[in-house]
Nanobody
Framework: QVQLVESGGGSVQAGGSLRLSCAAS????????MGWFRQAPGKERERVAG????????HHATSVEGRFTISLDNAKNTVYLQMNSLKPEDTATYYC???????????????WGQGTLVTVAS
């Protein structure tokens, strides 16, 4: 059973930075996709970024392109989300997810982290 443990959320002023981490255990497939989603109160869950373990290819949502960077440490089965130039509209609960193929979606992800809250004050 895949387990994902997130860390790194918190509160920051607009323009600041945070780094989220997600450590995976129990992955049984040799190639996999890991990604980040976020959900703000009253809104649908949104895909933020994803990365494929086989070739390191990445995808970032338009809303975070140029500000957020996803990366993967294969040896540690840990995915990171470096978030720079944070805006109040980035405030949400961020969820790590894993699955067989990229891009991940809420329907195709096999496992989810517990979520970590990011709050950006104006």
């Amino acid at each position: 059973q895949v387990q994902l443990v997130e860390s790194g959320g918190g509160s920051v002023q607009a323009g600041g930075s945070l780094r989220l981490s997600c450590a995976a255990s129990g992955l049984t497939y040799s190639r996999y996709c890991m990604g980040w989603f976020r959900q703000a109160p009253g809104k649908e869950r949104e895909r933020v970024a994803g990365i494929y373990s086989d070739n390191g290819s990445t995808h970032h949502a338009t809303s975070v392109e140029g500000r957020f960077t996803i990366s993967l440490d294969n040896a540690k089965n840990t995915v990171y989300l470096q978030m720079n130039s944070l805006k109040p509209e980035d405030t949400a609960t961020y969820y790590c997810a894993a699955g067989r193929w990229c891009p991940l979606s809420p329907e195709t992800a096999d496992a989810w982290g517990q979520g970590t809250l990011v709050t950006v004050a104006s």
